[in-house]
């Protein structure tokens, strides 16, 4: 098999097989045989239909598995990459939503508050949280410990109008005390990077998307809650570089890591 020249690691153009799992100094858990086995299966995760037709990265390089295969590690090395800018946004956003309503009801577990009234479908979230909680860590569990389970889903319907002058004005516009746009944009800007985490946590493609733009709204939006979560974000994320290096990793100038 003719060996990609831009990078020696690869032995063959089409399947990215690692040249060190084709050497004989190979660990014995992927010689040959495997390593050939398990390019022939990334092969065939890129160039798998999709239901609306063939595979985005097939379509997206025109029909060439090289660049397909490059493009899918790539996908793989960026949804990686925003993994740490969401772990910080999600703790800081529940963090500081919890503390005001905390405020707001006088009590930590201020679903139970009558002052706080949830619609149903909120209501059915903290209700499945408090079970699943319950059966993990016992009926002694705390409200931090029902706070850790709630989604990211669930914080951001709490910014939704219908709770505009219940929550939002008494209580969650505290939570986010450097915003200075409308309720309305912050929700749908944590929205569109919810349905984007949901994309990365079933491993779908996201290299169509501006992900400069989704990084940028991460950063803001933890500027709005605590300006040095942004700054701690900004210095220690690895998705820009990814970005800057991707038009390189699908010609195969550049290999990808994750």
Known sequence: MRAVRSDPRYSTDFLM???????????????????L??????RKIVSHPEPMGKSEYINAC???????????????EASAALWGGFSVLEVFLRNAMHRQLAILASREDWWNASAITLHHEQ????????VFVASSKG???????????????FWTS???????QRLWVPALNQAFPHWNGRRGVLQQRLERLRRLRNRIAHHEPIF??????????????????DPAARDWVAAESRLPTVITV?????????APQF
């Open 17 to 35: 097989v690692p040249h060190c799992c084709l050497s004989k100094k190979s660990p014995p858990v992927l010689g040959k045989l495997s390593a």
């Open 37 to 42: 086995a398990l390019a022939g299966s990334i």
């Open 62 to 76: 025109h029909g060439n598995a090289t660049s397909a295969i490059r493009l899918y590690v790539w996908n793989i």
């Open 123 to 130: 209501a059915h979230m903290v209700a499945k949280a408090r």
């Open 139 to 153: 009926p002694s569990y705390s409200a931090n410990d029902v706070v850790a389970e709630l989604t990211l889903g």
């Open 158 to 164: 709490l910014l939704a109008n219908r709770y505009h």
């Open 208 to 225: 169509t998307r501006d992900l400069a733009l989704d990084h940028a709204d991460i950063l803001e939006i933890l500027t709005s809650i």
């Open 246 to 254: 991707k038009n390189d990793t699908i010609s195969g100038i550049r």
